[in-house]
């Protein structure tokens, strides 16, 4: 089943401006701020912030009436052209990382075909999560809603979203009929119209004989109803910049068989290839887009760690996902695309006659996140902290060195547990170590012990680790097996923590 994300920035003719103009706008963080434009021989508000909002001002009051209702208020040239380039440019990040087929939904919004892709992201929940909160963080205020169709997730992410919204598989006609009538993506001549007739929501609508309604408002009303609830395709032509290297091929007569697939599958690369030694590049991210017959586009997507243009490899990567792919009645376009590319220049290989040539596990690792996803490749890297659950954290697995080591004062165990498991001890107080202890419903007699390794809080990240401390010790039980365990606490001020015992890790 179809999956579709719709992404609404409703102040994003604000957000673009304070993001690319910045010193144009001095203090709109905090003064009410609109966008006025000409509508006729009007001046018209356009845009406006939340504070404006918050103080009664709305798009489309006259810019006198506005001015005149909140007199310090900023205003400021509408630039709709330049409004467009920038979520068209915005749409091209999207479609870097999050899904292969992304496109504009104007004037204020993005839609994402999201089906294969949120397992790559760790579901569509974390997907959208990450998808706003990247926005979020570049200056964008964003609303998305995931949902079987376009017109159903358009409608949920401007009405329901706070501000996501996950949609279950087949919940639109619940979902959709509380909703206004202004989700239906209508005209408002049309919509006052419909509210004249004492149409209210979109439930009013759905179970109406449809030849009236036809007759009566022409069939564009008929036609998003049956998008809406999935009972009429609405296909996303995907955004394809001019800057992006593609090749495409089509078919007399559409292919089906995965050997087919395959073979024209590896004419493709060779092309793309080629055009991007033209241009000195290594692809790091390929889509492969299958136009079915029916109109339905099936999504491969390759991810590599370094920038490639082996055609042998990236052939073989693209093939591993053939299997992905439902050709239906037949596919009768193949497009392949590098969304991401790098500079890739030509280097001097090391000759085995004066030294041995280091490893290259670039292979390795394509083939691994291409099967699991990127997210589950990774290796870990030290990070300056003394706690130790801070002091850890994930790289890309072919990423340079940090050039920073761990403490190597006391020994670290080999598997640290992701957050501390408390256990049960006998342990004097205050510098004993524990005479045993439970962990998982095992008790296991402590035979070995070495420490306390003293831990302070870092108390430049939270007031409450200013006095913490924690007392780790490696110990080690009668069968061998030895762990790493710690107090809360000093043992004898109460201050310092709650003197309960944790193990955090397992020495190999």
């Known amino acids: 089943m179809a999956r579709v994300i719709s992404v609404t920035l409703p102040l994003w003719p604000i957000d673009r401006l304070r993001r690319s103009a910045p010193e144009a706008a001095p203090g709109s963080d905090a003064r009410p701020l609109v966008l006025a434009g000409r509508v006729g021989s009007r001046r018209l508000v356009t845009a406006a912030c939340a504070v404006a909002q918050g103080l009664g001002l709305s798009v489309g009051m006259p810019v006198s009436k506005a001015q005149a209702m909140v007199p310090d208020l900023q205003v400021m040239p509408h630039d709709p052209a330049a409004d467009a380039a920038s979520l068209e440019r915005l749409a091209l990040w999207v479609l870097q990382r999050v899904s292969p087929i992304v ?74 009929s509380p909703l206004p009538l202004s989700a239906l993506r209508m005209p408002p001549a049309t919509l006052a119209s419909l509210r004249t007739l004492g149409f209210v929501c979109i439930g009013d609508l759905l179970h109406q004989p449809r030849a009236p309604l036809t007759r ?33 091929r089509s078919f007399a007569e559409p292919i089906a068989a995965a050997e087919t697939i395959a073979r024209y599958l590896g004419k493709l690369v060779v092309q793309l290839c080629a055009a991007l030694e033209e241009r000195g590049l290594g692809a790091r991210r390929l889509d492969l887009l ?92 030290p990070v300056a902290s003394d706690v130790p659950e801070r002091s850890v954290t994930r790289v890309a697995p072919l990423s ?84 790493w365990v710690f107090r809360a606490g000093d043992g004898e001020h109460a201050e310092t923590g709650s003197h309960r015992w944790f193990l955090h890790g397992v020495f190999g």
């Open 290 to 381: 299958c136009w079915r017959v029916d109109a339905h586009v099936q999504t491969v997507r390759v991810g590599l760690a370094r920038p490639q243009r082996d055609p042998q490899r990236l052939t073989r990567l693209l093939c591993e996902k053939i299997e992905t792919i439902a050709p239906g009645f037949g596919i009768e376009i193949l497009s392949l695309t590098a969304v991401m590319v790098e500079p890739l220049e030509a280097r001097q290989v090391v000759s085995s006659l004066l030294e041995a040539p280091a490893p290259d596990l670039s292979g390795l690792v394509d083939v691994l996140a291409n099967r699991v996803g990127a997210r589950g490749v990774y290796r870990m890297a």
């Open 103 to 176: 496109a504009v939904d104007p004037p204020d919004g993005l839609v994402i075909d999201s089906t294969g892709a949120d397992h790559l992201h760790g579901g569509e929940g974390a997907m959208l999560e990450t998808l706003i909160g990247r926005l979020v963080m570049s200056g964008v205020t964003a609303r998305a809603a995931v949902a079987d169709t376009w017109g159903a997730a358009h409608a949920l992410a401007r009405h329901v979203a706070a501000p996501m919204h996950v949609a279950e598989p087949g919940t639109a006609e619940a979902l959709l």
């Open 400 to 483: 340079e060195p940090v050039g920073a080591g761990w403490p190597d004062h006391w020994p670290r165990p080999t598997r640290l547990l992701p957050r501390p498991e408390p256990i049960e001890t006998m342990a004097l107080l205050p510098d004993h170590p524990p005479v045993s202890i439970t962990w998982r419903g095992i008790r296991r007699k402590v035979a070995r012990a070495d420490g306390p390794e003293r831990v302070f809080g870092e108390w430049w990240k939270r007031d409450a680790e200013m006095i913490a401390v924690r007392d780790y010790f490696r110990i080690e039980d009668e069968t061998g097996e030895r762990y």
């Open 216 to 248: 009566r408002f022409g069939p564009d009303l008929v036609r998003r109803l049956d998008q809406a609830l999935g009972r009429a395709s609405e296909p996303i032509e995907p955004l394809r910049p001019s800057e992006l290297v593609e090749v495409r």
